[in-house]
Structure formats: C-alpha cells, structure tokens
Nanobody
C-alpha cells in the first residue's frame, strides 16, 4: 500500500522557522514529481512548492518564494519543506503529494497528484 507519512509542523511565532518532512513508501519515488500544498480554513487547497522527478526543476507560489525550500532525498524516500520567515498568513494544513506516473513534470494542480500525506497543521502566531 502506498503511503506518504508526514511529520513536523506545529505552532511557531511570526518570523520563525519550521521543517516539514514526508516519508514515502512509493517504490517509484525517485521517478515521481512531488509537491507541497496547503489548505486554510474555508479555502481551496493551493500549491506551495513543486519539484519534477529529477529534482532539477522546482517552482514556488509567489507568496513563499525566497522563504520556503522544497527538497528530496531519493536514497531515503523522503521529501522536505523548509519554511523560514513564517507569517501568520502561512497558517494552514500542509500536505505532501506525489504523482504516480514515471518521469513526469511537476504540476501546480493538486488534482494531478495521486498520493497524499495525511496533512499537518502549521500555525503562525502574530
């Protein structure tokens, strides 16, 4: 059974940092495009950061550029999201995601990802 298990998150003050991690049991992880998405109360799930299968191409939401960094470790089947200079507007439930198709490019559309983590709450207090 394919699983993405998230860790990290929690409560942090404005300007603080957090690191989210996602451990995958996907056999084809090293060939999968990955992404981090977030959903605030009453809002749709939005893309935060995405990475293609090779890790050479990434993209970030304008609101997090220069503050967040997506990374992957294919040897460990893990992906991370380092979040610095956090703001109250970053408060949301964060999800990691992976595509099923091999060697695919990333997508900003959450509907194109087949595997999802369980979600983790990030709360930034002002």
């Amino acid at each position: 059974q394919v699983q993405l298990v998230q860790s990290g998150g929690g409560l942090v003050q404005d300007g603080g940092s957090l690191r989210l991690s996602c451990a995958a049991s996907i056999r084809t992880f090293s060939r999968s495009a990955l992404g981090w998405f977030r959903q605030a109360p009453g809002k749709e799930r939005d893309f935060v950061a995405v990475m293609n299968w090779s890790g050479l191409n990434t993209d970030y939401a304008d609101s997090v550029k220069g503050r967040f960094t997506i990374s992957r470790d294919n040897a460990k089947n893990t992906m991370d999201l380092q979040m610095n200079s956090l703001k109250p507007e970053d408060t949301a439930v964060y999800y990691c995601a992976a595509k099923r198709n091999y060697y695919s490019d990333y997508s900003k559309n959450p509907d194109e990802y087949e595997y999802w983590g369980q979600g983790t709450q990030v709360t930034v207090s002002s």
